[in-house]
């Protein structure tokens, strides 16, 4: 790539412009609490929570899928996103997809915002002799028996 350095006057002439349009989503926060567990083995699948009711909004309202920010202690430093998994929460536990200390690093009295924003997660497979999946659905006949479908058109 050639240097453009002495070029760089004509560039900023103000002859270029550029006319852009920019939309967001709102990142509107379901739930807020900090962790409140001491010691932690990994790979972890939940997050225990200090008092249901001491945080923004409240544990029923969330739903499998939506995103987990986790950030460092009162920080708004980021520290990793997650996914609530299936089960959802309890008034003390959230169940998030299996993460491990290498891609998370959780600590007592980290904080935690649920969003209502759901992207596109993998589930990956438990290391078991089963391969659940997500780490929490056992496989049972999911692909043996399928339901009827009903075929239309034709003579």
Same mark, same amino acid.
Request: overall charge negative; charged content about 25%.
């Given at each position: 790539m050639p240097d453009l350095t002495a070029q760089a006057t004509t560039f900023r002439s103000g002859r270029f !412009?550029? #006319?852009?349009?920019?939309?967001?989503?709102p990142q509107t926060v379901i739930f807020s609490r900090a962790v409140n567990m001491a010691t932690i083995s990994y790979p972890a699948t939940t997050i225990t929570f200090d008092d249901a009711y001491s945080g923004a909004g409240a544990y029923t309202d969330v739903?499998?899928?939506m995103t987990v920010l986790v950030y460092?202690?009162?920080?708004t430093t980021l520290k990793g996103m997650l996914r609530v998994a299936?089960?959802?929460? !309890?008034? #003390?536990v959230l169940q998030v997809n299996e993460f491990s200390q290498g891609s998370l690093h959780l600590e007592d009295n980290?904080?935690?915002d649920v969003l209502?924003?759901?992207?596109i997660w993998d589930k990956l497979v438990a290391a078991n002799e089963a391969f659940d999946?997500?780490?929490?659905?056992?496989?049972?006949?999911?692909?043996d028996n399928y339901?009827?479908?009903?075929?239309g058109g034709g003579a």
């Open positions: !412009s550029f #006319t852009g349009h920019i939309g967001t989503i739903v499998e899928g460092d202690g009162d920080t299936t089960g959802g929460a !309890s008034s #003390t980290d904080r935690f209502g924003e759901y992207r999946k997500d780490s929490r659905t056992t496989y049972s006949d999911q692909t339901a009827p479908v009903a075929n």
